[in-house]
Every structure is written in structure tokens, then in C-alpha cells.
């Protein structure tokens, strides 16, 4: 399960980002920011919040019957 994680520097220690919310860094890059759930510090995380690939494509999953040629 895709859980967005980052390093909380008022708790020094790994913490689990509350309230993820995906951002844009100036340079274009994704950024995760959201809430220590311990002590409610501003947590900062270089990437996306939820690295599964996201189904942008148009790409239907393959459906039994519709089409024969499948890999
Ligand atoms: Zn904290």
C-alpha cells in the first residue's frame, strides 16, 4: 500500500506524512508535503505521493474476447 513517508525534523525520525498533498517544485520536479502526525510539523518529501503508474494512457485493460492478439 502506497504510504507517503517522510523525515520529520522536529521528531528526527521517519514519520508517516498526513494530509499528503502532491506539489510542484520550482525546478518542475513532484514534491510530497503534508503534516507530522505526531507533532504536526510541515513534512517535505522530494516525489510524488503515490508512485504507482497512473492510468493516463487511455489504455484499456485487455478484455477476454474483444481483441485475439494479445503477448
Ligand atoms: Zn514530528
Not at 24 to 42: D, L
Amino acid at each position: 500500500m502506497p504510504v507517503a513517508n517522510g523525515y520529520c525534523v522536529k521528531c528526527k525520525a521517519p514519520r508517516e506524512i498526513r494530509d499528503p498533498e502532491q506539489i510542484t517544485m520550482k525546478n518542475g520536479r513532484p514534491a510530497t508535503e503534508g503534516r507530522c502526525p505526531v507533532c504536526g510539523t510541515r513534512i517535505f518529501k522530494i516525489g510524488a505521493p503515490e508512485p504507482a503508474a497512473p492510468p493516463e494512457r487511455g489504455e484499456a485493460p485487455a478484455s477476454p474476447g474483444e481483441t485475439g492478439t494479445r503477448l
